[in-house]
């Protein structure tokens, strides 16, 4: 059945002009808000959907620009036999190009037939669907899908509203998965008079006086009621059809009281059933209403693990679960660069799919950090959470994400990064040298690298930049973590006796400043965790960042201006 092999559209709504060549199977668009995922989403619906009509504003237009009208194209391919037609659709059929993903008007050796249906919107906001074909435009000639086809094409939509496909309605995915028809017109129609005859039987004994009135006051000024008034069902409210037969459970209870779960679920499993004659889907915000385990059987029921697909399905996610879930050639990272969106597949690549299993939440950023270790983690989120206190704006709400880079690994992660689109940068102690080669790719690939100027540790760089007052408040929170006589012997230890906590003095002395950056580093170190230096990045990094020394400042502000720079 026909798949949609390529997607331009035009002006509409944040999309000046996208081109996307889809896969055939699953293709699970991905990225921060409001890069338009959705937008694609509805501009294949509207384009290909079974409807005589469209709600549309002058919001749906690019910066609000009605000069300039809408077109969304969607070519089709795999045609079946009633799309590929000479005699319905010849003038319109076109070659199209899996290599390239050009459209020639012509169909060519080598090249698949295709049909390119158009949605055209101008600023009176009525919309125009007709087929491509300059040999038929040359000829005075256009033509639209059949109103057959376009509802066999039609994709269906797993939105939050199942309802309407849990009833025989005109639109309902029960119409596809069979050929059957409701033969019961005649006995629905009976049904309603029966009801509005029993009704008015009711209603005869239950409002006499109200009836008697009517009745009464009619007779005086001369309407033709008749002996009597009934109060019986309006003809026009009891009318039964095919969307009237829904689906019930065995205890009677209508399915679509259902949760939206569930709901979601079974018609995707529906929909697999009806994948021969309609085999294209739409899902928004997959995971709506769907517990994680949910998530993962929603995904198995559209085919995602199977090597042959049995859909095509184009879906939006911001759920980590499904980006885990789902293999890289299944996903789809979509991008604005200056006036145009691109769509650009993650996989395949090295490294790419053990880094989506281990940060697929990066995958939903638009710039990833990706930290030596969980130590300069904390730290970055701490000080991000307390520039957030003085009213800055903070790392997520400027679509950023960081990942550890477990130590020798992270340029490998970084380039598997870089690899799949993302804006990458690395943050590195400097008391360990990367592999040379990584590094430089890295940075010829437009990565950057953040890091101390003198060669330490990040434990190393705070007691030797901090000022007096930050240094003594790190001191307090390691006593306060290990206990005092645990700082005391690890001073000794590594001093040959000669120095303990109460032979400070303040100010801190330079050799005073190295030896504790020294212990706090070695062995399990003092704050290894994420949340030790994150407290540490909050409360005492944090407010004297500006008292630093600019060994440590300007790098971490760097940081911060880097994610600023890729908020648009």
Request: a negative charge.
């Amino acid at each position: 059945m026909a798949v949609i092999r390529k997607i331009e559209i035009r002006h509409f709504r944040g999309i000046a002009t996208l081109d996307w060549c889809p896969s055939t199977g699953i293709n699970c668009l991905i990225g921060p808000g409001d890069s338009c995922k959705t937008t694609v989403l509805d501009a294949i619906d509207f384009c290909l959907g079974a409807r005589r009509n469209l709600a549309l504003s002058d919001a749906d237009f690019f910066g609000l620009d009605v000069k300039t009208p809408i077109e969304i194209s969607v070519t089709l391919g795999q045609l079946q036999d009633d799309l590929n037609n000479l005699e319905s659709y010849g003038l319109y059929l076109r070659g199209f190009d899996p290599k390239s993903g050009a459209i020639q008007d012509e169909p060519d050796v080598g090249l698949e037939t295709v049909l390119t249906a158009r949605l055209t919107v101008e600023a009176d906001l009525e919309p125009s669907w007709s087929l491509v074909s300059q040999r038929a435009a040359d000829q005075g000639q256009s033509r639209n899908l059949s109103w057959a086809d376009r509802a066999t094409i039609s994709p269906a939509r797993l939105g939050a509203f199942a309802d309407h496909n849990l009833s025989w309605g005109r639109a309902s995915v029960l119409n596809k998965i069979s050929d059957e028809t409701i033969t019961a017109s005649a006995a629905l129609a009976d049904l309603a008079r029966d009801a509005r005859l029993a009704f008015g039987q009711k209603a005869e004994s239950g409002l006499p006086k109200a009836l008697q009135a009517v009745h009464q006051t009619a007779q005086q000024l001369g309407v033709p009621v008749g002996a009597s008034v009934k109060a019986m069902l309006d003809a026009h409210s009891v009318s039964f059809s095919g969307g009237t037969i829904a689906l019930h459970d065995d205890r009677g209870v209508p399915l679509k009281n259902f949760g939206l779960g569930s709901k979601r679920l079974l018609v995707a499993g529906l929909q697999r059933q009806a994948a021969g004659i309609s085999p294209i889907v739409i899902v928004d915000e997959l995971e709506h209403g769907l517990e994680p385990h949910r998530i993962i059987r929603l995904l198995h029921a559209l085919g995602a693990k199977e090597s042959v697909a049995p859909l095509q399905v184009f879906m939006t996610t911001h759920s980590p679960v499904a980006v885990r879930e789902l293999s890289a050639e299944q996903l789809f990272i979509i991008r604005r660069h200056a006036a145009s969106h691109h769509v650009h597949q993650v996989g395949p690549g090295p490294d790419v799919q053990g880094t989506i299993r281990l940060f697929s939440e990066a995958l939903l950023a638009r710039s990833v950090l990706v930290c030596e270790g969980n130590s300069e983690i904390g730290l970055v989120r701490g000080v991000d959470q307390h520039a957030v206190s003085q009213n800055a704006q903070s790392i997520t709400a400027m679509a950023g994400a960081m990942v550890n880079g477990n130590g020798d690994e992270t340029f490998k992660r970084a380039l598997a990064l870089q690899s799949m689109g993302y804006r990458t940068a690395v943050l590195l102690d400097s008391d360990k040298v990367p592999t040379p080669a990584l590094r430089d790719t890295f940075i010829a690939n437009g990565g950057q690298v953040f890091g101390w100027s003198a060669t330490c540790a990040l434990e190393d760089k705070l007691f030797r930049s901090l000022p007096d007052h930050a240094a003594w408040a790190l001191i307090a929170y390691a006593v306060e973590a290990k206990g005092q006589d645990f700082i005391d012997s690890q001073l000794r230890s590594s001093s040959a006796g000669t120095v303990t906590l109460a032979s400070f003095t303040n100010p801190l002395q330079p050799q005073h400043r190295a030896l504790l950056g020294a212990i706090a580093k070695s062995g399990k170190g003092w704050f290894k965790t994420v949340s030790d230096m994150e407290q540490i990045g909050r409360s005492i990094v944090g407010p004297a960042l500006v008292q630093c020394v600019p060994s440590l400042s300007q790098p971490v502000g760097s940081i911060f201006q880097w994610f600023a720079d890729g908020r648009d």
